[in-house]
């Protein structure tokens, strides 16, 4: 009788002190009715090294994306050879918990397989080269995993800022041509699977206005694209949930859906070339010479208070738009594993912290379906 008090006693304490270690629902259960909830993996996540992070993923989450095992120098490191190792690992890991398997990517100038644009002599290939070796790559990595992986990045960020296309290689051998090109070769290797077109910094006016003539363009001809994906990485200042609320319907009102694919949001202050440094510095009350690095040690409370409430504004804004939302893709599982956190500028970007605990915006999000 003793012990039953005790512990309820604590129990009662550490609820009304707010010490809450895990999440009512998980939060493809709370969100469910919206959109699938998605993370990427990397590899220690895939091969199951990790007991603890894989409990989390299967409670919290339905859908994922590889980070980098199906990117071509991984998938594809020589023209004759194919490293399926750790791609048939992920969709294994998927599709054994449940999760719905997405895939990532088939054309992407970074990370990109050295021999695949160039010759013996390191020159450019012909554009007939380039297209033949782009079908045989989509035909062969889409033909593996027909019927399992659900959808594609089929391009991954061939626009600047401005709206220029970004000057690749494949758009220096092949122009703007290159991406209906690789939008009819992966239909081609799987006509039932979903094909992205996916893009970072989906809030600048130049980018956004170049997608919507991409995915008009596609459509005239005839070509599937089944949704933008808008790589959601985000920080306290930007983007405006405005503007990429209104963006968003514009490039739906296409017929098209939008998955957020690489969600994560820098908790650090933003430093551009342009900023006045030493003013945003006294503004936070940091050290000028601190600011690459300004929490080293945690973020101090009023700024975990105002990530957290902007974290759940936009969330908020992704399910009042789920007419439209097909998936929001966390990139990354905790704070230690994103690839915005490093010893030097150490950030915390991501739902979970180090130790996988949930962070406040999570328990708000499973606590209120």
């Given at each position: 009788?003793?012990?039953?008090?005790?512990?309820c006693?604590?129990?009662?304490?550490?609820?009304?002190?707010?010490?809450?270690?895990?999440?009512?629902?998980g939060?493809?259960?709370?969100?469910?009715?919206?959109?699938?909830?998605?993370?990427?993996?990397?590899?220690?996540?895939?091969l199951?090294?990790?007991?603890?992070?894989?409990?989390?993923?299967?409670?919290?989450?339905?859908?994922?994306?590889?980070?980098?095992c199906?990117?071509?120098?991984?998938?594809?490191?020589?023209?004759?050879?194919?490293?399926?190792?750790?791609?048939?690992?992920?969709?294994?890991?998927?599709?054994?918990?449940?999760?719905?398997?997405?895939?990532?990517?088939?054309?992407?100038?970074?990370?990109?397989?050295?021999?695949?644009?160039?010759?013996?002599?390191?020159?450019?290939?012909?554009?007939?080269?380039?297209?033949?070796?782009?079908?045989?790559?989509?035909?062969?990595?889409?033909?593996?995993?027909?019927?399992?992986?659900?959808?594609?990045?089929?391009?991954?960020?061939?626009?600047?800022?401005?709206?220029?296309?970004?000057?690749?290689?494949?758009?220096?051998?092949?122009?703007?041509?290159f991406?209906?090109?690789?939008?009819?070769?992966?239909?081609?290797?799987?006509?039932?699977?979903?094909?992205?077109?996916?893009?970072?910094?989906?809030?600048?006016?130049?980018?956004?206005?170049?997608?919507?003539?991409?995915?008009?363009?596609?459509?005239?001809?005839?070509?599937?694209?089944?949704?933008?994906?808008?790589?959601?990485?985000?920080?306290?200042?930007y983007?405006?949930?405005?503007?990429?609320?209104?963006?968003?319907?514009?490039?739906?009102?296409?017929?098209?859906?939008?998955?957020i694919?690489?969600?994560?949001?820098?908790?650090?202050?933003?430093?551009?070339?342009?900023?006045?440094?030493?003013?945003?510095?006294?503004?936070?009350?940091?050290?000028?010479?601190?600011?690459?690095?300004?929490?080293?040690?945690?973020?101090?409370?009023?700024?975990?208070?105002?990530?957290?409430?902007r974290?759940?504004?936009?969330?908020?804004?992704?399910?009042?738009?789920?007419?439209?939302?097909?998936?929001?893709?966390?990139?990354?599982?905790?704070?230690?594993?994103?690839?915005?956190?490093?010893?030097?500028r150490?950030?915390?970007?991501?739902?979970?912290?180090?130790?996988?605990?949930p962070?406040?915006?999570?328990?708000?999000?499973?606590?209120?379906?």
């Amino acid at each position: 009788m003793k012990k039953t008090f005790l512990f309820c006693v604590t129990l009662l304490v550490a609820v009304c002190c707010g010490h809450q270690e895990t999440s009512p629902l998980g939060l493809k259960d709370a969100l469910g009715d919206d959109f699938l909830v998605g993370v990427a993996l990397n590899r220690t996540q895939i091969l199951s090294l990790d007991s603890k992070a894989d409990s989390v993923i299967k409670f919290h989450f339905n859908a994922a994306e590889p980070e980098n095992c199906m990117k071509s120098e991984a998938i594809h490191p020589e023209e004759d050879r194919y490293d399926w190792t750790l791609a048939d690992s992920y969709v294994d890991y998927c599709t054994g918990r449940g999760i719905t398997p997405y895939g990532h990517v088939l054309i992407w100038h970074s990370q990109l397989s050295p021999w695949f644009c160039v010759d013996e002599n390191g020159n450019d290939v012909s554009p007939e080269v380039l297209k033949s070796r782009m079908k045989e790559h989509i035909t062969t990595v889409m033909t593996r995993y027909k019927g399992r992986i659900k959808g594609w990045d089929v391009v991954n960020e061939a626009i600047e800022d401005d709206g220029s296309w970004r000057q690749s290689p494949f758009y220096r051998i092949l122009g703007e041509e290159f991406i209906p090109l690789a939008f009819q070769y992966a239909h081609e290797a799987d006509p039932d699977c979903e094909l992205y077109y996916n893009d970072y910094g989906m809030h600048h006016p130049g980018r956004h206005k170049r997608v919507l003539e991409l995915v008009s363009m596609l459509k005239d001809r005839g070509l599937r694209i089944d949704a933008v994906g808008f790589q959601g990485h985000m920080g306290m200042d930007y983007p405006d949930i405005d503007t990429y609320e209104k963006y968003m319907r514009e490039v739906a009102n296409l017929g098209v859906g939008i998955c957020i694919t690489e969600w994560d949001m820098s908790a650090l202050p933003t430093i551009t070339s342009s900023a006045d440094v030493a003013e945003l510095a006294k503004s936070l009350g940091i050290a000028p010479e601190n600011m690459l690095n300004p929490y080293p040690d945690g973020l101090p409370e009023d700024i975990s208070r105002q990530w957290n409430s902007r974290v759940e504004e936009f969330f908020g804004m992704f399910r009042r738009n789920s007419d439209i939302i097909r998936r929001v893709n966390i990139w990354g599982l905790n704070d230690s594993s994103s690839w915005k956190s490093t010893p030097r500028r150490r950030d915390y970007p991501l739902l979970f912290d180090d130790n996988y605990s949930p962070k406040d915006v999570v328990i708000s999000l499973t606590s209120n379906k």
